[in-house]
Structure formats: C-alpha cells, structure tokens
C-alpha cells in the first residue's frame, strides 16, 4: 500500500513565523501536488512538482521536490493568518493518493 | 483546470434516511471521485464513477450503502443510504486533470452531512 506520511500532523504558529511541513514516503512519485482546504471548502491545489530536486515558489510559499522523487516539503515564510488551514500533499502513481494531512492555524 | 458545483452544501437528517449529493463539472470527464472526509483528516476514496459501467468502490465502501450514478460525462450523484450518526462527515466528489505526468485533482466544496 503506498502511503504518503505528513508531519507534523497539527501546527499552532504565531502571525510572522516560519514553518515547514513535510510529506513523505516509500514510493517514487511520477509528480507530487500540495493543496490547501479551507473550512467549508474542497482543496485547492496550489502546486505541482515534477522533477526531482524541483524548488518552486508560489508567494511566501517554497515547494521542494525530494531528489528520488519520494518526498517532498513546503515552507512557508512569515505566516500569515490567511494562511490558515488543511494542507495535504497528494501523489501520482497509477492514481492519485492523498497525504495524512497538516492542519495549520496561524494565530494572529 | 475544472469547476465542480456540488449540493446540497450541507444538511442534517434524520437516522434510517438517504441523503443525495449531487456533483456537477464543467467540462466532460471520464472518471469521477467521491471521497469521505472528516474535519481536519485527509480524504478517503468511497469510489470512482465512470460514465456508462457500474462505479468502482474502494475496499470497506458497498453499492448498497453508497449508491453512485453517472447518466453523463458531467454529473454525478452519491447516495448515502439508511443512514446513521456515524456517516456524518464531508463527501466531495472531485475530477482528475492529467497533462504528462501530472495528475492534479479538482474538488467541488463538499457536503458537511450531520446525522441525528
């Protein structure tokens, strides 16, 4: 069964600081997305990493790719409150698999 | 990218009812996806819809319990039946656009189902 494993799994953080998540994994991934969920909504992909060692930033937002293509990382820079939420990584095989999940709250 | 409109947004009922959500894309796709989840956790697949066949349910999800139609390439439906209070949790359906070695997934807002 492939797993896609994320940490940690709730994170309190204060307006203004920095913080990782990470997603990872025994099986190599043709493309890793990250998605954000807000309360009520559906997730909104946000990104999509495909090759190994891959670094992309969206914003505050730096997504990196592992180089074996397992695992992947996002951190953000100087949360913000909006930046609230469920976030989920989800991997691409033969289908698509969904991470344990990372959910954020960002106190003001 | 897809927009996917899904109802109702959410809904309380009765224990021993049925409840149908709907799921509608914007554009045609072959495969739709029901997922469960519960506040805060990552999505459970419940099945896949595919236009024409019987849908495809993951283990630990049955036809009768979790009927799925699919009468076209834009629409869907996912019926929880004789429920409970342990169905309540969020249900969206959701579509996959491929383009080379991405799969990204699409979501509609999902239904927040509470059963009393």
């Known amino acids: 069964t492939q797993l896609l494993e994320q940490s940690p799994q709730f994170l309190s953080i204060q307006e203004g600081e920095n913080l990782t998540v990470y997603c990872n994994s025994s099986?190599?991934?043709?493309?890793l997305q990250w998605y954000r969920q807000e309360p009520g909504e559906g997730p909104v992909l946000l990104v999509t990493?495909?090759?190994?060692?891959e670094v992309k930033k969206l914003k505050r937002l730096t997504f990196q790719f592992g180089d074996a293509r397992k695992d992947s990382s996002l951190h953000i820079t100087a949360a913000q409150t909006g930046d609230t939420g469920l976030y989920l990584c989800?991997?691409?095989?033969?289908?698509?698999?969904f991470g344990t999940g990372t959910l954020l709250a960002v106190q003001p | 990218s897809a927009v996917i409109s899904q109802k109702p947004s959410r809904d309380i009922c009765q224990r021993g009812t049925s409840l149908t959500i709907q799921c509608q894309v914007d554009s045609q796709v072959t495969m739709m996806f029901w997922y469960r989840q519960q506040p805060g956790q990552s999505l459970t697949l419940i099945a896949t819809a595919n236009q024409g066949s019987e849908a495809t349910y993951e283990s630990g999800f049955v036809i009768d319990k979790f009927p799925i139609s699919r009468p076209n390439l834009t629409f869907s439906t996912l019926t929880v039946s004789n429920m409970s209070p342990e169905d309540s949790s969020i249900y969206l359906c959701?579509?996959?656009?491929?383009?080379?070695?991405?799969?990204?997934?699409?979501f509609g807002q999902g239904t927040r189902l509470t059963v009393v």
């Open positions: 959701s579509v996959d656009r491929a383009g080379g070695s991405n799969t990204e997934a699409f």
């Open positions: 099986s190599v991934f043709s493309s």
């Open positions: 990493v495909v090759t190994g060692g």
């Open positions: 989800g991997g691409a095989t033969n289908k698509l698999i």
